[in-house]
């Protein structure tokens, strides 16, 4: 059975640093490509970024509001992404979710951005 | 990027009767592949998101038959043949052509 499991969220100052992990198990984790999404309270899904596998080169992709602040990896070894996010803004509150293929999501991690 | 808009925002339902949202995107969606990237998802109250159909018109496995996606171009539908309890929740589709990703802004479906 496929599983993903976010962590990390929880409550930062603007301009400060989180890191979020995703553990993922029941697939080849190495084989896929994985993305990270937000969802801001009560609003919708916004995209946030992807990354290749090194197969495909592990290159990242990442949306116009997080390019430059949001940092993407994996760590194949240890079956889980990772999404390094810097100088947070309050408008980056958000349920995180990891997915892969779009199908399989985890149940997310809320970041609270707030002074 | 490719702006996805949806219509109706909020779809209040009888149950038992069908329901139909649209979906539009700004640039057409199909990929050099010759696939159309549209995906609907839907998300219950309190639950991750959930695909339920891709490429269009393809089922997700274990998605109920009443679930049915069609379109093409720029203008895409999902349909509910026959809205039952379960289905409450808000639906959006995805294009999945164009980096960035987009989501619709979501309709909200409920039980009248």
């Known amino acids: 059975e496929v599983q993903l499991v976010e962590s990390g969220g929880g409550l930062v100052k603007p301009g400060g640093s989180l890191r979020l992990s995703c553990a993922a198990s029941?697939?080849?984790?190495?084989?896929?490509?994985m993305s990270w999404v937000r969802q801001a309270p009560g609003r919708g899904l916004e995209w946030v970024g992807r990354?290749?596998?090194?197969?495909?080169?592990?290159?990242?992709d990442y949306a116009a509001p997080v390019k430059g602040r949001f940092t993407i990896s994996r760590d194949d070894s240890k079956n889980t992404l990772y999404l390094q996010m810097n100088s947070l803004k309050t408008e980056d509150t958000a349920v995180y979710y990891c997915?892969?293929?779009?199908?399989?999501w985890g149940q997310g991690t809320l970041v609270t951005v707030s002074s | 990027d490719v702006v996805m808009t949806q219509s109706p925002l909020s779809l209040p339902v009888t149950l038992g009767q069908p329901a139909s949202i649209s979906c539009r995107s700004s640039?057409?969606?199909?990929?050099?592949?010759?696939?159309?990237?549209l995906n609907w998802f839907q998300q219950r109250p309190g639950q991750s998101p959930r695909r339920l159909i891709y490429k269009v018109s393809n089922r997700e496995s274990g998605v109920p038959d009443r679930f049915s996606g069609s379109g093409s171009g720029t203008d895409f539908t999902l349909k509910i043949s026959r809205v039952e309890a379960e289905d409450v929740g808000i639906y959006y589709c995805m294009q999945g052509t164009h980096w960035p990703f987009t989501f619709g802004p979501g309709t909200k479906v409920d039980i009248k």
């Open positions: 997915t892969t293929k779009i199908v399989y």
């Open positions: 640039q057409g969606l199909v990929y050099s592949d010759g696939n159309t990237y």
């Open positions: 990354i290749k596998t090194k197969t495909d080169g592990g290159t990242t």
């Open positions: 029941g697939f080849t984790f190495s084989s896929a490509w």
